[in-house]
């Protein structure tokens, strides 16, 4: 199989173009198909021609690929395709595509374009011209079926919904079956007996999920009232909820905060999610709590934050509600953030007195504390690879990181300047304003 990513277009764009062997002949297949069935395709003009799009460090949005006779490894597409992405297959052999469609309309792609085909443009006997048959299927789950994976908890898929004149694709976060739960924590727990897997898994897929999801559905709802409204795309709004007989939400359907903006600077990125974090805590009332880089999305808006899981209101009194107060003291204690914070508090890594404090707390200091870190790897989750430019040796790179240790590890414990995500913003406008300046000498 040659592959020919990501973008081949009638104006040809900066796109970096990977051939392998056999390189004229996918050109010869691809690049009528491209003309005739993508050039005008909303989503391949928007996403196959970013810049990028050209960086093959990146997840791809569009992989196109043509038939040799060789193997096409789902597996391998899979994992080279960012969420939501497409691959794109042709071949002279109709029944080749047919049997490929039928393999990636399952293992987590769904097919978008069902097998069809294009005829080379020959001025006569048009219909004897030959055929190239293809297809076209989408990434929409995160993982592969049989896979496993400590980034995610959730069953989230990606699926379409009907809006108001036209389909598009939302995101559908449920509770995991029973089974899927038990096979990850056997794995996870090869020692353990499965009755006691099978006992905890249940305790976790009938009350500890449902009652996350349910205050997710509820924290969402709470976020669109009150967020100013530059702000309220940059969070997930809730589209669909299914509820089960006791009232708790099992499956929640939200709007895709599709990852593939514009790339940012690594002050941008930094500020953006400042920017947006002050806006939560500060208009919505709402601490997120688990402010890691996968929770994050950079989408033609911007930065994004998702999964509100864990959140809570900051007024929210738990102490009223025994069970809740339950849960969330023990996510406090367990939860890779706070993990975080006490690994970095006991080795001296963090001193200030204002986020020691806040150990095992749900507070406003939890998020300022773990944003303050990412803007240090930005490059972290697989997704954003590409969305940020990140250079650890560049001058914007170590005053971030300065700012980073000012704010966990300032010369004074006690000192409380960077207290709020209002705080760090006004900081990194500094930086900015600096960065520029000495651009511009
Ligand atoms: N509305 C959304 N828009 C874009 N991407 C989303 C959205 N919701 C979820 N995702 C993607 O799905 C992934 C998993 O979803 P989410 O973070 O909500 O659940 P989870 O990670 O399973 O929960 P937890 O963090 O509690 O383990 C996210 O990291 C993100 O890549
Ligand atoms: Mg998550």
């Given at each position: 199989m040659t592959t020919l990513a990501p973008a081949l277009s009638p104006a040809p764009a900066s796109s970096a173009v990977h051939v392998g062997r056999g390189n004229g002949q996918a050109h010869a297949l691809l690049t009528p198909l491209i003309q005739r069935i993508f050039a005008d395709d909303r989503e391949y003009r928007h996403y196959a021609h970013s810049p990028v799009a050209?960086?093959?460090?990146?997840?791809?949005?569009?992989?196109?690929?043509?038939?040799?006779?060789?193997?096409?490894?789902?597996?391998?597409?899979?994992?080279?395709?960012?969420?939501?992405?497409?691959?794109?297959?042709?071949?002279?052999?109709?029944?080749?595509v047919a049997q490929l469609a039928e393999e990636f309309d399952r293992d987590g792609f769904r097919l978008e374009r069902e097998p069809a085909f294009i005829r080379k443009a020959w001025p006569?006997?048009?219909?004897?011209?030959?055929?190239?048959?293809?297809?076209?299927?989408?990434?929409?789950?995160?993982?592969?079926?049989?896979?496993?994976?400590?980034?995610?908890?959730?069953?989230v898929e990606l699926v379409p919904h009907q809006a108001a004149e036209d389909e598009e694709f939302v995101v559908l976060k449920r509770v995991p079956s029973l089974e899927s739960l038990v096979a990850k924590l056997h794995k996870k727990f090869p020692e353990t007996p499965i009755e006691?897997?099978?006992?905890?898994?249940?305790?976790?897929?009938?009350?500890?999920?449902?009652?996350?999801?349910?205050?997710?559905?509820?924290?969402?709802?709470?976020l669109q009232e009150h967020l100013p409204s530059r702000y309220a795309h940059r969070v997930p709004r809730v589209i669909a909820?299914?509820?089960?007989?006791?009232?708790?939400?099992?499956?929640?359907?939200?709007?895709?905060?599709?990852?593939?903006?514009?790339?940012?600077?690594?002050?941008?990125?930094?500020?953006?999610?400042?920017?947006?974090l002050q806006a939560v805590h500060d208009s919505a009332g709402v601490l997120h709590l688990d402010?890691?880089?996968?929770?994050?999305?950079?989408?033609?808006?911007?930065?994004?934050?998702?999964?509100?899981?864990?959140?809570?209101?900051?007024?929210?009194?738990?102490?009223?509600?025994?069970?809740?107060?339950?849960?969330?003291?023990?996510?406090?204690?367990?939860?890779?953030?706070?993990?975080?914070?006490?690994?970095?508090?006991?080795?001296?890594?963090?001193?200030?007195?204002?986020?020691?404090?806040?150990?095992g707390k749900a507070d406003?200091?939890?998020?300022?504390?773990?944003?303050?870190?990412?803007?240090?790897?930005?490059?972290?989750?697989?997704?954003?690879?590409?969305?940020?430019?990140?250079?650890?040796?560049?001058?914007?790179?170590?005053q971030i990181s300065e700012l980073s240790k000012t704010v966990l590890r300032p010369g004074d414990p006690t000192d409380t300047s960077h207290k709020s995500a209002k705080d760090i913003l006004r900081s990194l406008e500094l930086i900015e304003r600096d960065i520029n300046r000495r651009a511009r000498r």
């Open positions: 050209a960086d093959p460090a990146a997840l791809q949005d569009f992989i196109f690929a043509a038939d040799e006779g060789g193997a096409v490894d789902p597996d391998a597409i899979f994992h080279r395709l960012r969420w939501g992405g497409q691959f794109v297959f042709a071949s002279r052999h109709g029944r080749r006569f006997l048009s219909f004897l011209a030959p055929r190239t048959h293809y297809f076209a299927a989408r990434k929409v789950h995160l993982i592969r079926p049989g896979e496993f994976t400590e980034r995610f908890t959730y069953h006691a897997i099978e006992k905890r898994a249940r305790k976790f897929t009938d009350k500890i999920f449902p009652t996350f999801l349910t205050r997710e559905a509820a924290i969402l709802k709470i909820l299914e509820k089960d007989i006791r009232g708790f939400v099992t499956c929640l359907k939200m709007n895709w905060l599709r990852n593939g903006g514009r790339r940012l600077s690594q002050i941008e990125f930094a500020m953006q999610a400042a920017d947006l402010l890691r880089l996968d929770n994050m999305v950079i989408t033609d808006q911007g930065v994004g934050f998702i999964d509100f899981g864990s959140s809570m209101r900051v007024t929210e009194n738990l102490a009223t509600n025994p069970m809740l107060d339950a849960l969330f003291s023990e996510l406090m204690r367990t939860s890779h953030i706070q993990r975080m914070l006490y690994h970095m508090t006991t080795s001296g890594q963090v001193t200030a007195q204002h986020l020691c404090d806040k150990q406003k200091g939890i998020d300022v504390f773990y944003l303050s870190l990412q803007f240090t790897t930005p490059h972290a989750n697989p997704d954003l690879a590409g969305l940020i430019h990140y250079d650890p040796q560049s001058e914007m790179a170590r």
